[in-house]
T-cell receptor, first 115, second 107 residues
Framework: DTGVSQNPRHKITKRGQNVTFRCDPI?????LYWYRQTLGQGPEFLTY????????KSRLLSDRFSAERPKGSFSTLEIQRTEQGDSAMYLC?????????????FGPGTRLLVL | GQSLEQPSEVTAVEGAIVQINCTYQ??????LSWYQQHDGGAPTFLSY????GLEETGRFSSFLSRSDSYGYLLLQELQMKDSASYFC????????FGTGTRLQVFP
């Protein structure tokens, strides 16, 4: 395992459709994070898990967004009834133990375009 | 609120030295990281400061002053491949990123 992987890398969908993204963290990392990044901006925190527990959700994460990490390994991020404003790069990162002083390693991201 | 401010753009020539500043206002702060991101790519970790002072990693160094809520990234012996966006990020229980500084290196 050489890094964080995300699938798909690109997704084009029509407004109103549901989409699901997957993130596979580095295997020994127990923390997993989701961020969203739009053009010209820094990544914005969405949510994070420690093992299978979802510990925090940003207020950016509307009720159309849901994330799971059922076995404490891979995670999925689902967006229901997509809107054009959801178009962005969705980044996943993982870190070992706690984030104090621990580096977060990012995956390549999933670029979503909502038409 | 939580915010980190960086200059939007910096330009330099190959071989030069540049400093990218970051001022922050975040609660629960315990460290500052720097990430590099090339166009279309993912953020890549460069450096972390958990204590005041200078951390050196090859051509890159990073500095933190907690009393001033300020840090910087110093890039030496610039190369064309250093052209990218650079983000400071504060560590709380998650990362809070600045808006990024676009560095353009010219020959």
């Amino acid at each position: 395992d050489t890094g964080v992987s995300q699938n798909p890398r690109h997704k084009i969908t029509k407004r109103g459709q549901n989409v699901t993204f997957r993130c596979d963290p580095i295997s020994e990392h127990n923390r997993l994070y989701w961020y969203r990044q739009t053009l010209g901006q820094g990544p914005e925190f969405l949510t994070y898990f420690q093992n299978e527990a979802q510990l925090e959700k940003s207020r950016l994460l509307s009720d159309r967004f849901s994330a799971e990490r059922p076995k404490g390994s891979f995670s999925t991020l689902e967006i229901q009834r997509t809107e054009q404003g959801d178009s962005a790069m969705y980044l996943c990162a993982s870190s070992p133990r706690t984030p104090q002083g621990e580096t977060q390693y990012f995956g390549p991201g999933t670029r979503l375009l909502v038409l | 609120g939580q915010s980190l401010e960086q200059p939007s753009e910096v330009t330099a020539v190959e071989g030069a030295i540049v400093q990218i500043n970051c001022t922050y206002q975040t609660s629960g702060f315990y460290g500052l990281s720097w990430y590099q991101q090339h166009d279309g790519g993912a953020p890549t970790f460069l450096s972390y400061n958990g204590l005041d002072g200078l951390e050196e990693t090859g051509r890159f160094s990073s500095f933190l002053s907690r009393s001033d809520s300020y840090g910087y990234l110093l890039l030496q012996e610039l190369q064309m491949k250093d052209s990218a966006s650079y983000f400071c990020a504060s560590h709380t229980d998650k990362l809070i990123f600045g808006t990024g500084t676009r560095l353009q290196v010219f020959p």
